[in-house]
């Protein structure tokens, strides 16, 4: 596992999760590769018409914050 790929999942799990539970939701980390991130939602994310924001807006940038090379963070399908 790379340093970036550790750095990702600290700030996923310990940063962003507990903001998406705190909505009833859940992230879960599933790849890294050519600094693009991918991850699924669950809970209350799934079918939620703004869990497009959560992705691109909270995610991305708080992802950001850690990893500045990050390019995208892609949501994928439960």
């Not at 939602?41 to 940038?61: D, H, N, R, S, W």
Request: glycine share 6%.
């Amino acid at each position: 596992m790379s340093n970036n790929e550790q750095l990702i999942k600290a700030c996923l799990y310990n940063v962003v999760r507990p903001q998406i539970q705190s909505h009833n939701g859940d992230v879960e980390f599933v790849s890294y590769k050519d600094d693009i991130v991918s991850i699924r939602l669950k809970g209350a994310c799934i079918g939620c018409p703004i869990a497009f924001y959560t992705v691109k807006m909270g995610v991305f940038e708080e992802l950001k914050k850690v990893v500045p090379t990050i390019q995208e963070v892609i949501e994928l399908s439960s």
